[in-house]
């Protein structure tokens, strides 16, 4: 295969949703289809609200609603599970990372990488509408994950990340947080595997409503970067 060629390499998209925005989902999802041209495009859409999955009818999407509320890495997890294909890839369904970004993510891992993830605190980032606090709160986890884990990063929660089916085959048992934790634990156990993992740099705007609640998401942080440390101790600092 010739480096960076999506032709060759079958795609699939996992959009993960709890009571979205079905207009901006629907907007994203149609970019993402004409940009990446994925083979398979998923929404894993949480208690949807009435006529909400009708809504999100997009013609070359599959939208799979489960009645309870799952948590962003159960329906992550869910939706790579219903995939066969080379290239595996979410982006959160709030659109806040740019469908371009979300094509260069993927574009990265069919040139050679086995993860690439989307980072906000990248160089070469553009990022808007992120508040001071959740700035704070995030420069907060990485100098924690830096503490915890070898696997060094400048952005481990955005939401927007690729991996090439034999690493997702390997590592997707081993995962066992299913909320907005799970991505710090994909990226902990692969490291753990020495796949190699890429940041890339994304346009990000922030701006509309998020399903976190801060206070909340700190305390879902705290307990999984213990639990996370303890069921891979070799990946912490000696």
């Known amino acids: 295969m010739p480096p960076g060629d999506l032709d060759d390499e079958e795609v699939g998209l996992v959009l993960p949703a709890f009571q979205p925005n079905v207009q901006r989902v629907d907007r994203y999802a149609r970019g993402l289809l004409e940009t990446i041209e994925p083979a398979h495009l998923r929404i894993e859409l949480d208690m949807p609200r009435e006529g909400e999955t ?28 219903a995939l066969d294909t080379d290239i595996r890839a979410f982006a959160d369904a709030d659109a806040s990372t ?14 050679g990488d086995d993860i690439a993830v989307g980072s906000r605190r990248h160089p070469q980032a ?3 509408g992120r508040s001071a606090l959740r700035e704070v709160l995030s420069s907060g986890l990485v ?16 939401g927007a990340k690729a991996l090439r089916r034999e690493v997702w085959d390997d590592i997707g048992p081993r995962l ?37 609640s801060v206070v909340p998401a700190i305390q879902e942080f705290s307990r999984a970067l213990v639990s996370i440390r303890r069921r891979s101790p070799e990946q912490g600092q000696g």
């Open 98 to 111: 740019s469908v371009g970004s979300v094509h260069r993510i993927v574009q990265q891992v069919a040139e």
């Open 126 to 128: 553009d990022v808007e």
């Open 176 to 212: 066992t947080e299913r909320g907005f934790a799970w991505d710090m634990e994909l990226l902990v156990a692969a490291g753990r595997a020495s796949y190699s993992i890429a940041e890339v740099p994304v346009e990000w705007h922030g701006g509309s409503r998020s399903s976190m």
């Open 54 to 81: 009708e809504a999100l009818d997009v013609p070359g999407v599959e939208v799979n609603a489960a009645s309870a509320r799952r948590g962003k890495g159960q329906a992550i997890m869910d939706g790579f599970e």
């Open 143 to 158: 100098v924690l994950a830096h503490g915890f884990f070898d696997v060094r990063l400048s952005d481990y929660q955005c």
